[in-house]
């Protein structure tokens, strides 16, 4: 069974800062996702990353993929407020039905 | 910018009773999903539709789930008895046709409480 796990869970820092969200999977998907969601709100599409080694960025946010590894970075350079959320990861079990599985969540509080 | 809709966006029931919740997915999408969120936890799957038919569903989507596609633009889930423990957020999804490389877009939500 597909795990899908996230870290940091919760996560604040300070406006100015770098940081780094982590997920990680259990088993082979070449496609991962990453959402972000504010409270009460829909999940907001973010990054598409369909190969090893993409990488891919807006803005102050960057995310990376190693299919070798299981894992995608999504760092966060120089925060500010209104990146605070909740952001997940999504893996593609890659079954042919395309479905998600999600992380756990990081939920990121950027401080004034 | 084409997007997914739900309705309604909050509903309130009594345990036992029926819902359906209604989505209408974007016009040339293929591939139709259904995930729910409970307050505070993560996203789970619960069932895909492709082709007119369910293509999957989770251990989650038992005999009380259903889901149709009445016409071409609808998609819509059914709880025919609702239990308290489907008090949860109600996401609807739909994704293009070039499955591998596009991505799924999520509708705003329906917000499920079970009294």
């Known amino acids: 069974e597909l795990k899908v796990e996230q870290n940091p869970l919760f996560l604040s820092m300070q406006e100015g800062k770098n940081y780094t969200i982590y997920c990680n999977y259990s088993?082979?998907?070449?496609?991962l996702y990453w959402y972000r969601q504010d409270p009460g709100k829909s999940l907001e599409s973010l990054f598409v990353?369909?190969?090893?080694?993409a990488v891919k960025q807006e803005g102050r946010l960057m995310a990376s993929l190693d299919t070798k590894a299981r894992l995608s970075t999504l760092h966060i350079t120089a925060a500010v407020h209104d990146l605070s959320a909740t952001y997940f990861c999504?893996?593609?079990?890659?079954?042919?039905?395309?479905?998600?599985?999600f992380g756990t969540g990081t939920r990121l509080k950027v401080l004034a | 910018e084409p997007e997914v809709t739900q309705t309604p966006s909050h509903q309130v029931t009594q345990m036992g009773q029926e819902v359906i919740l209604r989505c209408v997915p974007i016009?040339?999408?293929?591939?139709f999903y259904w995930y729910r969120q409970i307050l505070g936890q993560k996203v789970e799957f619960l069932v895909s539709?492709?082709?007119?038919?369910?293509?999957?569903k989770s251990e989650i989507f038992d005999d009380q789930f259903s889901v149709e596609r009445p016409d071409g633009s609808n998609f819509t889930l059914k709880i025919r008895s609702t239990k308290l423990e489907d008090s949860a957020m109600y996401f609807c999804?739909?994704?293009?046709?070039?499955?591998?490389?596009?991505?799924?877009?999520f509708g705003p939500g329906t917000r499920l409480t079970v009294l």
């Open positions: 999504a893996v593609d079990r890659s079954s042919g039905t395309y479905k998600y599985i």
């Open positions: 088993t082979t998907s070449d496609r």
């Open positions: 990353l369909l190969s090893n080694g």
């Open positions: 016009s040339n999408h293929l591939y």
């Open positions: 539709f492709y082709n007119n038919e369910i293509s999957e």
């Open positions: 999804a739909s994704m293009g046709g070039t499955a591998y490389t596009d991505t799924q877009y």
